[in-house]
C-alpha cells in the first residue's frame, strides 16, 4: 500500500490509486447504509476526506480495508443521524405503481422484460428500505457482511468490536431482518 | 450444541449464499434449490436433518440472505471524482495559508501604541523602559498602605464601608464643580394634536464654585449625598 504521501502534493500518484482502488467499495457501503444517492455521495466524499487527511497517522494494526470501511460506516452513519430530521429521498421512484404481486425467479438470467425488469426494481427498493429501517448497528453488519462479503474478523476490525460482538450482533439483524423482509417477499412470492 | 449456538453456525454459514447459486450433493428429505445443507458444517447439518424448526429457520435465513444479496452494486457517479477532488484543493489551500500564516515573522507593536496606551493611562508608562502591558502602581500608594500599617489599625482598613467612601468621593466632585439644575417656575400645559395633555417646564442651571456660599438646603443635601462626608458648611469632614 503505497500512500503514504503528504496530502500537498495534490490529488496524483498514490492518491488517485487509492481513491481507484476504494472508491467503489466506498459509495457501495455508504449508498446501503444511508439508502439513498444524495447521501452516499455526501458520506463518499466525508470518507475521502478524512482517509485522505488521516492516512499518513494509520498504523498498519488493522487491515487498511477494515479502516477505510471504518470511516465509511461512520461517516455514513453520521451523515444519517445529522439529516434525520430531513426526510430522505424516496425510493418510491423505484416501485411500480401495481403494487407489484408477481413471482420473480432470481435464477433466470435470460432477456429481462420491462415488466420483469420493473418488478425487480421494486423489489430492490423494498429490500434497500427494509435494510435502512434497521438500526445504524445493524445497518452496518448486515451491510458488510452481505454486501461487501467481509469476514467476521474483518467486520470485527472495521467496526471496532470483537468476534462475540460481531456474531450476536448479526444474530439480532437477522432477527429484525426477519420482522422487516417477509411480508416483502411473502407479497412477491419468494422462496 | 445448543440451539444459540446451531443459530450462530447457520449465520456464519450464510457466507457461501448467492441469488442463483447452483445446487450441490445434498440429503435426502430436503429440497435442493433452497435448503443448501452443504453449506453448513457436518454436525449442524445432523441437526437441521432431523429437525424441521431449525431447518424452517435455516430457510427464513437463506432467503433473507438471497433477498440482500440481489442488491446489485451500484454504479459510482461521477460526481463523486470531482467532489473527491474539490475537496482536497480546498484542503490543500487550508494547509497552505495556514502553513503561510505560521511563517510570518512576529511583528513588533508600533511605538504608537505605546503612546495611545500611556495617554489612555494618564502617563508615558512606556519611557521609562516598561513592558507597554504593565501598569506600575504609584509611589504614593506604597506610602499610603505604609502609613495604614504603622497606625494603630492593624494592616486591615478600618472606616467607612466602600459603597459610603464611593458615595463620598462622588458628593466631593459635586460640590468641587457644582452645578445644580433647578426645576422652576409652574408647569404649563396645552394639548397635542392628538388631544393628549403635553406638559412643558422651564429649567435653570446654576453653578456654584464655593460649596459654603450654596443655599443651606442645596449645602444639606450634598451632605445627604455624601452619606455625611460633607458637614453642614459643605466641607469635607
Known amino acids: 500500500m503505497a ?27 455508504c449508498y446501503r447504509t444511508t439508502g439513498n444517492a444524495a447521501d452516499a455521495l455526501d458520506a463518499s466524499q466525508e470518507t475521502f476526506g478524512i482517509l485522505f487527511r488521516k492516512v499518513s497517522a494509520f498504523r498498519f494494526e488493522s487491515k487498511f480495508s477494515s479502516w ?16 434525520a430530521a430531513r426526510p430522505a429521498a424516496s425510493l418510491d421512484l423505484l416501485r411500480s405503481p401495481s403494487g407489484g404481486g408477481s413471482p420473480i425467479d432470481f435464477k433466470d438470467e435470460g432477456i429481462e422484460g420491462p415488466a420483469a425488469a420493473a418488478a425487480r426494481l421494486e423489489l ?5 428500505e427494509a435494510i435502512t429501517r ?30 462475540g460482538t460481531v456474531k450476536s450482533r448479526l444474530s439480532r439483524a437477522h432477527a429484525a431482518l426477519d420482522r422487516e423482509l417477509t411480508p416483502i417477499l411473502d407479497r412477491h412470492h419468494l422462496r | 450444541m445448543n440451539r444459540q449456538s446451531i443459530r450462530d453456525a447457520m449465520i456464519e454459514s450464510l457466507a457461501g449464499v448467492t441469488p442463483d447459486h447452483p445446487a450441490q450433493g445434498l440429503d435426502k428429505g430436503v429440497d435442493p434449490g433452497t435448503d443448501r445443507l452443504d453449506l453448513l458444517p457436518q454436525a449442524v447439518r445432523e441437526h437441521l436433518v432431523e429437525n424441521e424448526g431449525l431447518r424452517r429457520e435455516w430457510r427464513q435465513l437463506l432467503r433473507q440472505v438471497r433477498a440482500i444479496r440481489t442488491l446489485e452494486r451500484v454504479p459510482v457517479p461521477s460526481d463523486l471524482d470531482g467532489r473527491v477532488v474539490a475537496s ?32 489612555s493611562a494618564g502617563r508615558p508608562f512606556a519611557a521609562d523602559g516598561l513592558d507597554p502591558g504593565f501598569l506600575k502602581a504609584p509611589a504614593v500608594l506604597d506610602r499610603l498602605v505604609a502609613k495604614r500599617v504603622s497606625s494603630g489599625g492593624g494592616a486591615r482598613p478600618q472606616g467607612s464601608p466602600r459603597s459610603t467612601r464611593l458615595m463620598a468621593a462622588a458628593a466631593l466632585l459635586v460640590a468641587s464643580s457644582l452645578g445644580l439644575m433647578a426645576l422652576l417656575g ?21 453653578r456654584i464654585e464655593d460649596p459654603a456660599l450654596a443655599h443651606p438646603d442645596l449645602v444639606n443635601l450634598l451632605g445627604g449625598m455624601s452619606g455625611g462626608a460633607l458637614d453642614g458648611r459643605g466641607r469635607v469632614r
Open chain 2, 186 to 206: 409652574d408647569r404649563s400645559s396645552n394639548l397635542g394634536d392628538d388631544g393628549l395633555e403635553m406638559a412643558s417646564f422651564s429649567f435653570r442651571v446654576i
Open chain 1, 68 to 83: 477505510v470501511y471504518r470511516i465509511a460506516v461512520n461517516a455514513s452513519i453520521d451523515l444519517k443521524r445529522r439529516s
Open chain 1, 3 to 29: 500512500c503514504q504521501e503528504s496530502p500537498g502534493r495534490g490529488f496524483d500518484g498514490a492518491f488517485r490509486d487509492l481513491y481507484e482502488q476504494y472508491k467503489d467499495r466506498v459509495y457501495n457501503v
Open chain 2, 88 to 119: 482536497l484543493q480546498a484542503g490543500y489551500r487550508q494547509e497552505r495559508a495556514i502553513a503561510h500564516v505560521r511563517a510570518l515573522p512576529p511583528e513588533p507593536a508600533p511605538h504608537e501604541l505605546d503612546v495611545r496606551m500611556g495617554q
Open chain 1, 124 to 128: 430492490q427498493a423494498e429490500i434497500q
Open chain 1, 134 to 163: 434497521l438500526s445504524p448497528k445493524m445497518r452496518a453488519i448486515t451491510v458488510l457482511r452481505y454486501n461487501e462479503s467481509l469476514s467476521y474478523e474483518e467486520i470485527a476490525e472495521s467496526l471496532g468490536t470483537s468476534l
